[in-house]
C-alpha cells in the first residue's frame, strides 16, 4: 500500500514538470522570434570622449576614383590599439554619411584591430561591410587603399596589414581585391600616390 | 501410378493444369527476358585511374544508391598491400600506412587517426568496401599524396599525373587544328557528320581552361571537352571531313582536310578520321623518319576573361553581369591581336567555372609573353589598367621555384612598361586612361607581363559597354599597345 502523502508529492512534482516545460518552451520561441544580432546597425561600443587630436584620413572619392588626404580632428585613447580602431571608426563613420563619398553599406562596421609586432595591423571588418560593398576594381582598390593609408599614416610602425571579415580570411573584398594575403604598407603608399592624382 | 491418375482427372482439370503450365513458362519467359534486359541496360560501372605506377579500373557496386568500390583493388596496383578480416573489423596494410575500418562504421582510422568516410564501410565476404566520394580525402591518407576523383566521370588521378592539352588553328592555315599534349596521346579517333571524336581511354587528360574552345576559323568552328564513364572526349565541329595526323613523339595531333594532308602525309602518319569506327584498335603513329619536328604553338598572348560560371563579377545593370561583358571583349581582342599577327588564345572562352589559381596556372604553362586579364565596371568612365601590387621586398625564392604570391616580381617592369605603351595607344584615341596598381590576382601569380584591363563606359550610360563600335574601340589600342611592345615583351622569359 503507498501511502498517500506520496500520491500527492508525486502529483505536485508532475505539476511544476508540466510547468517548467511550458515555461522553457515559451522562452524558446521567444528567443527564436527575437531579430538576430546581425542586422543591429548600432555601434557595439560607446563612443570614446575626451580631449581631440588632429589625424589624417585617407579618403576615396568615387566620382573621380581618387583618394585624398583629409585633416579631422577626433577623440583618441591613449592605447595604441583603441587609437587604431578609433581611427578606422572615424573612416567608416564618414563613409556611412548621408554625403559619403565613397557609400558602404550599412551597418559596414570595423570590429577590431589588432597591433601585433612587429608590424602587423590586422583589420577585422564585419560581414556587412564586406557583402555589401560594391564590386570592381577601383572600387575595392579605394577602400583597402583607405584603410590601409590611414591607419599606416596616423599609427607609427606599421609595415604589414591583413585584412579579415568576421575573423576570418577571405578571398576578395568583392570579387576583385586579394584579400588572401598581407598588404606591403609601403606599396600600398605607391598606390595611394597613385590614385591621389588624376591622370 | 502417377500417370494413371493422370488420366483419371476430370478433362477440366487437366485443362487448369495446361494453363497454369503455359503461365509458368511465360512467366519464366518474362524473367529470363528482363534479367537479359537488365543486364543489358546497366553495364557494370568501373571507376578509372590513373597514376604514375599504373592505369587501371577496379569495378564499382551499388549500395543504398552510393558508389563503393573495393579499398584493395584500388592500392593493390599502386604498392604492397595485405589485409587482415576479422569481421566486423577490418585491416588494411598499405607499405607502412595502417588502415583500420569496422564495417557499418563511417569512421575508420589511418595510423591512428580518425578518417571520415562519409558513408559506411562495408564488408563483403573479406572484402572492404568504401564509397567512392571519401576517395578524395581517404587515398592521401595512404598515398601521402593528392588524389583527384572526377565523380561524374568516374576517373581517379592519383598525384600531379594529368596531361593538357591546347587546341589551335595557325595562323597560316585556317583549315587545321593543331592538339598539343604535355604527354604521348593515342586516342580511338571516329568521325559522324560534321564532327570529329577523340576518345582518350587511357590517358589523364583534363579539361581545358574551358570546355569549349572556339577558333577563328571557317572550317573548324570550335572543339568541346567533355567527360563519361571512365574516359575524356574532344568533339570537334567541323564543316568538312577531317584527317587526323599524329606527331612521331605523339604529343601532336592535327586535324586537317583530305587535300591538305596529301603533302603533310610525307612526313607524318596520318590516319584517316572518317570513317573509323569507336570499336577499332586506336590509330598508332606511323614509324615514317620526320625530318621536321612538330611545331609547338606557342601563344603571344593570353587574353582572360575575368569572372565566369558562378561568378558574375560586378553586376553592371539588372540585366548585364561582368562576366559576360569580358567574355565578348576578349573574343574582339583576340580577333584585333591576331588581325596583328599576334598569336593569341582566350582563356575562358564560354561561362565556365575558372579558378584564379587554374587561370595563373595556364598563363604560366603556356608561355605566353604576355597576360591580359579583362574586367569591366559601371562606374567611371574610359579604360584603367592595372599591374600587381606587390610588396617591395622578393618572395621566398629557393632555387627554380618562386613563390607564388610575388611570381610576377621578376617582370613587373616590363608589366608596367607594357600598361604604359597600352595607355598611350588609348590616349591617342582619345579614351580616358589610368594606370594604376592592385591587389587583383591572378597577376601577381604570373610569371610573363601581365596586366589588368577594366573597360568603364564613356558616360554614365553602361550600354556602349556592349556596343561593338566602343569594344572595337578599345580593342584596337590595347592591341596596338601590345603590338608596340612585341619586341621587348618577345624576349620574355
Known amino acids: 500500500?503507498?501511502?498517500?502523502?506520496?500520491?500527492?508529492?508525486?502529483?505536485?512534482?508532475?505539476?511544476?514538470?508540466?510547468?517548467?516545460?511550458?515555461?522553457?518552451?515559451?522562452?524558446?520561441?521567444?528567443?527564436?522570434?527575437?531579430?538576430?544580432?546581425?542586422?543591429?546597425?548600432?555601434?557595439?561600443?560607446?563612443?570614446?570622449?575626451?580631449?581631440?587630436?588632429?589625424?589624417?584620413?585617407?579618403?576615396?572619392?568615387?566620382?573621380?576614383?581618387?583618394?585624398?588626404a583629409q585633416a579631422a580632428r577626433i577623440p583618441l585613447p591613449s592605447v595604441r590599439q583603441e587609437r587604431a580602431e578609433e581611427l578606422l571608426h572615424a573612416l567608416i563613420a564618414l563613409y556611412l554619411g548621408k554625403s559619403s563619398p565613397h557609400p558602404l553599406s550599412v551597418g559596414s562596421d570595423i570590429r577590431s584591430v589588432y597591433l601585433v609586432d612587429p608590424g602587423l595591423a590586422v583589420i577585422d571588418v564585419n560581414a556587412a561591410f564586406a557583402d555589401g560593398h560594391r564590386s570592381g576594381v577601383l572600387e575595392e582598390d579605394l577602400t583597402v587603399a583607405s584603410l590601409i593609408q590611414t591607419l599606416a599614416a596616423n599609427i607609427p610602425g606599421i609595415s604589414r596589414v591583413k585584412i579579415l571579415v568576421e575573423g576570418k580570411q577571405r578571398d576578395t573584398l568583392a570579387g576583385h581585391a586579394d584579400l588572401t594575403d598581407f598588404f606591403d604598407v609601403s606599396a600600398v603608399n605607391q598606390l595611394t600616390s597613385q590614385l591621389q592624382s588624376i591622370q | 501410378m502417377e500417370l494413371c491418375a493422370w488420366r483419371r482427372e476430370p478433362s477440366f482439370l487437366r485443362l487448369s493444369l495446361r494453363k497454369l503450365s503455359l503461365r509458368r513458362s511465360w512467366f519464366a519467359l518474362l524473367w529470363l527476358v528482363s534479367v537479359f534486359a537488365l543486364?543489358?541496360?546497366?553495364?557494370?560501372?568501373?571507376?578509372?585511374?590513373y597514376s604514375t605506377a599504373?592505369?587501371?579500373?577496379?569495378?564499382?557496386?551499388?549500395?543504398?544508391?552510393?558508389?563503393?568500390?573495393?579499398?584493395?583493388?584500388?592500392?593493390?596496383?599502386?604498392?604492397?598491400?595485405?589485409?587482415?578480416?576479422?569481421?566486423?573489423?577490418?585491416?588494411?596494410?598499405?607499405?607502412?600506412?595502417?588502415?583500420?575500418?569496422?564495417?557499418?562504421?563511417?569512421?575508420?582510422?589511418?595510423?591512428?587517426?580518425?578518417?571520415?568516410?562519409?558513408g559506411r564501410f562495408l564488408l563483403d565476404n573479406g572484402r572492404g568496401l568504401v564509397p567512392v566520394d571519401c576517395l578524395n580525402s581517404l587515398l592521401p591518407r595512404f598515398l601521402g599524396g593528392p588524389a583527384t576523383l572526377h565523380e561524374e566521370s568516374s576517373r581517379l588521378f592519383i598525384g600531379n599525373i594529368a596531361t593538357h592539352f591546347t587546341a589551335a588553328v595557325p595562323l597560316d592555315d585556317s583549315s587545321r587544328l593543331v592538339f598539343h599534349f604535355t604527354a604521348p596521346v593515342n586516342p580511338m579517333v571516329a568521325t559522324e557528320p560534321g564532327k570529329v571524336r577523340l576518345t582518350f581511354r587511357r590517358e589523364p587528360i583534363t579539361a581545358p581552361a574551358s570546355p569549349r574552345l572556339t577558333f577563328n576559323s571557317k572550317i573548324i568552328s570550335s572543339a568541346d571537352y567533355s567527360e563519361r564513364d571512365g574516359s575524356a572526349e574532344i568533339t570537334v565541329t567541323t564543316s568538312v571531313p577531317l584527317i587526323a595526323s599524329f606527331s612521331p613523339d605523339g604529343?601532336?595531333?592535327?586535324?586537317?582536310?583530305?587535300?591538305?594532308?596529301?603533302?603533310?602525309?610525307?612526313?607524318?602518319?596520318?590516319?584517316?578520321?572518317?570513317?573509323?569506327?569507336?570499336?577499332?584498335?586506336?590509330?598508332?603513329?606511323?614509324?615514317?623518319?620526320?625530318?621536321?619536328?612538330?611545331?609547338?604553338?606557342?601563344?603571344?598572348?593570353?587574353?582572360?576573361?575575368?569572372?565566369?560560371?558562378?561568378?558574375?563579377?560586378e553586376a553592371l545593370s539588372p540585366t548585364l553581369a561582368e562576366k559576360d561583358v569580358t567574355v565578348e571583349f576578349a573574343r574582339r581582342l583576340r580577333q584585333e591581336l591576331e588581325s596583328r599577327g599576334i598569336s593569341t588564345l582566350v582563356l575562358r572562352d564560354s561561362d565556365a567555372n575558372l579558378s584564379l589559381d587554374d587561370r595563373a596556372f595556364f598563363a604560366n604553362s603556356t608561355h605566353a609573353a604576355v597576360y591580359i586579364a579583362l574586367h569591366a565596371a559601371s562606374n567611371g568612365h574610359g579604360v584603367r589598367l592595372y599591374t600587381a601590387l606587390l610588396p617591395s621586398a622578393?618572395?621566398?625564392?629557393?632555387?627554380?621555384?618562386?613563390?607564388?604570391?610575388?611570381?610576377?616580381?621578376?617582370?613587373?617592369?616590363?608589366?608596367?612598361?607594357?600598361?604604359g605603351s597600352v595607355a598611350n595607344e588609348l590616349k591617342k584615341v582619345q579614351v580616358s586612361v589610368r594606370t594604376l596598381t592592385a591587389p587583383l590576382r591572378p597577376l601577381n601569380n604570373v610569371l610573363t607581363a601581365a596586366i589588368g584591363v577594366e573597360v568603364a563606359p564613356p558616360a554614365t550610360d553602361v550600354s556602349p559597354l556592349t556596343a561593338p563600335d566602343y569594344q572595337q574601340l578599345i580593342a584596337g589600342a590595347v592591341a596596338n599597345g601590345i603590338l608596340a611592345m612585341r619586341s621587348q615583351l618577345g624576349a620574355a622569359p
Open chain 1, 1 to 68: 500500500m503507498i501511502p498517500r502523502h506520496f500520491y500527492i508529492a508525486a502529483s505536485v512534482m508532475l505539476v511544476a514538470v508540466l510547468g517548467m516545460s511550458i515555461y522553457a518552451w515559451h522562452m524558446r520561441a521567444r528567443a527564436v522570434a527575437t531579430p538576430a544580432a546581425a542586422t543591429d546597425t548600432q555601434p557595439m561600443v560607446a563612443p570614446v570622449s575626451g580631449p581631440t587630436e588632429q589625424v589624417t584620413l585617407f579618403v576615396a572619392y568615387d566620382d573621380l576614383g581618387i583618394l585624398r
Open chain 2, 39 to 49: 543486364s543489358a541496360a546497366a553495364p557494370e560501372k568501373h571507376l578509372t585511374v
Open chain 2, 54 to 118: 599504373a592505369n587501371y579500373s577496379v569495378p564499382v557496386v551499388q549500395h543504398e544508391y552510393r558508389d563503393y568500390v573495393g579499398l584493395l583493388e584500388l592500392l593493390d596496383p599502386l604498392g604492397s598491400v595485405s589485409v587482415k578480416a576479422d569481421p566486423p573489423r577490418w585491416r588494411i596494410h598499405y607499405n607502412n600506412v595502417l588502415g583500420e575500418f569496422i564495417a557499418g562504421k563511417s569512421q575508420a582510422r589511418i595510423q591512428g587517426r580518425g578518417a571520415d568516410l562519409t
Open chain 2, 251 to 313: 604529343r601532336t595531333i592535327t586535324l586537317s582536310p583530305p587535300k591538305s594532308q596529301v603533302a603533310g602525309n610525307a612526313s607524318t602518319g596520318a590516319v584517316p578520321a572518317n570513317p573509323a569506327p569507336p570499336n577499332n584498335p586506336p590509330p598508332r603513329p606511323l614509324a615514317i623518319p620526320n625530318p621536321a619536328p612538330p611545331v609547338v604553338r606557342r601563344y603571344f598572348a593570353i587574353v582572360d576573361a575575368s569572372h565566369g560560371g558562378l561568378d558574375r563579377g
Open chain 2, 394 to 419: 622578393a618572395g621566398d625564392e629557393r632555387g627554380p621555384f618562386r613563390d607564388w604570391t610575388t611570381a610576377q616580381m621578376p617582370s613587373l617592369s616590363l608589366s608596367q612598361a607594357t600598361a
